[in-house]
């Protein structure tokens, strides 16, 4: 205990100074799976984004409830040409960081610099047909695509407005690991960045001049931690105000002056094949697979409150009925396995980047069921960094992942579209089915709420009946919170971020 409060108090005086008086709000912000601490670059960041929208803005953002789209450096917007031209009005009198102003010249600047493939931005994936912006005036840009884009609302959720007088001398190659977005990044958030301290904090300050106006707090802190239960132990002894937590984490918190935040995590989990390779090619197997593993009770003693999914898209609204639920049935399990001549003597690997005691329990558990039906499997625990790597290649068989989609299912495109396999995108499963890559170019290119609504559940309904993937459930996350907070708001989301938490409103008690 005298270690841990030694250690608080110098991080206290290294983050406060001689300005003992403010009021700070110290976080673990990029804990979890929603977190990517350490990385600052939000073009080519995959995760972070409830971090990096404290000082960068987007053009539009979810509310928390995720179920409407308003503005933040937009005001307002129209879509015309069915679908295929989008008009953003920009705020007025916004600033950047450094004083300047915001114009319409940095959202071109920023969506130009997202489509040059030099960027090494994913961005590329939902801005790729865009075929002109223009920036009639200060306030204004037109985009024009090649094609109706009814989702891209949704992926400017996520899209960080970059500053071209900072960043336009840069060449887009060199910008991937510039020493700016470490050093001296400037935005037009809430809060402003002071200082990094690597491996230990980032420090941000209140953005006087912020559009929405000034926050109620002078400095916003993000707190790092290589070990989960660090984090939680900083959480019970008050030296931070917010961190992720897991479903075990949160049952030892009685008693103490933390609130318990949950709700579903709009990811889905699932089982992966490289379809790619010949193995596993044989859809009775990937049948065996789902019908070996007892996921109602992997959900309910594991998860406490995940959901069993059927498909990869989290929103109910485009599951349709009547799919096939795979139940649990490791008879079954075993003879497809034998009719098609599976080798029980097999390992088979699973990859997997979920380093956490509960996945690796879960991965032991699906060990365990595939193994009773004469189905073996080796769980190997990899980094992101190499996880991306090998899955970018064709060295694998298998992998334990997760999908984050959420409100449209437009997000899943760049995963299982054919046109985004390795090395031009992120289907790293490389799933390859022409029927798939036809319904989500319907969900994008359709304007009609009914139409989008009946292609995403047929394309649903095929992920279900040809297995690219074993979809697996779609559990909660948590976060805990010191009571000693106001106006406070999280809410689970794939990669955080995507909505407006009203940080410039957050307060200490």
Avoid at 367 to 379: R, S, T, Y
Wanted: net charge positive.
């Amino acid at each position: 205990m005298m270690k841990r409060s030694l250690l608080a108090l110098t991080f206290a005086l290294c983050t406060l100074g001689s300005a003992s008086a403010d009021k700070v709000i110290t976080g673990a912000f990029d804990q979890g799976p929603g977190g990517a601490p350490g990385q600052f670059n939000p073009l080519t960041n995959t995760a972070g984004f409830s971090w990096l929208n404290k000082y960068f803005s987007t053009l539009v953002l979810y509310d928390p409830a995720f179920k409407k789209i308003s503005g933040d450096l937009a005001s307002s917007w129209t879509v015309a040409d069915g679908g295929k031209k989008y008009t953003f009005v920009l705020r007025d009198g916004v600033k950047w960081h450094d004083g300047k102003p915001f114009t319409s010249a940095d959202v071109k600047f920023s969506l130009e610099l997202a489509n040059n493939p030099d960027s090494g931005s994913g961005f590329a994936a939902k801005f790729g047909n865009i075929t002109r912006i223009q920036t009639p005036n200060a306030r204004t840009v037109v985009l024009t695509l090649s094609k109706p884009n009814a989702a891209l609302l949704d992926a400017m959720t996520n899209f960080m407005i970059l500053p071209q007088h900072a960043l336009g001398k840069i060449a887009p190659k060199d910008l991937r690991n510039a020493a700016w977005w470490r050093t001296s990044p400037i935005g037009t958030g809430p809060f402003k960045w002071n200082k990094l301290v690597p491996d230990q904090y980032v420090e941000l300050v209140a953005n006087a001049d912020y559009f929405r106006g000034k926050p109620k707090v002078d400095r916003l802190v993000n707190r790092y931690f290589k070990e989960q239960a660090a984090a939680v132990l900083a959480l019970k002894s008050g030296d931070i105000d917010f961190s992720y937590l897991t479903l075990d984490d949160t049952k030892t918190f009685n008693g103490n002056a933390v609130k318990i935040l949950d709700g579903p995590s709009q990811v889905a989990n699932y089982l992966g094949f490289n379809n790619a390779l010949p193995l596993l090619k044989d859809v009775r197997i990937r049948q065996a697979i789902l019908q070996a593993i007892d996921r109602d009770t992997i959900v309910k003693q594991l998860y406490g409150g995940a959901e069993v999914a059927n498909c990869p898209v989290t929103n109910s609204k485009y599951v349709p009925k009547g799919i096939n639920a795979y139940a649990y049935n490791p008879d079954q399990a075993k003879a497809l396995l034998k009719a098609v001549g599976w080798d029980s003597g097999k390992s088979v690997e699973v990859i997997t980047y979920y380093s956490d005691q509960l996945s690796k329990d879960v991965l032991v558990t699906l060990q365990q069921m595939l193994g009773q039906v004469g189905f073996k499997i080796a769980p190997r625990f990899v980094d992101v960094p190499t996880y991306n790597q090998i899955t970018g290649g064709s060295d694998f068989t298998m992998v334990y992942a997760g999908i984050g989609n959420g409100p449209d299912p437009d997000t899943l495109y760049p995963s299982l579209h054919s046109d985004f396999i390795p090395p031009n995108g992120t289907n790293r499963m490389k799933v390859s089915i022409p029927v798939l890559n036809k319904l989500f170019e319907q969900g994008q290119e359709t304007i009609s709420a009914s139409a989008r609504t009946k292609a995403y559940q047929d394309m649903c309904s095929l992920v279900n009946k040809q297995l690219p993937w074993d979809v697996l459930w779609s559990a909660k996350r948590f976060g805990g919170v010191s009571t000693n907070l106001s106006n406070f708001i999280w809410t689970p989301a794939p990669a955080g971020g995507r909505y407006d938490d009203k940080a410039y409103l957050w307060d200490t008690k």
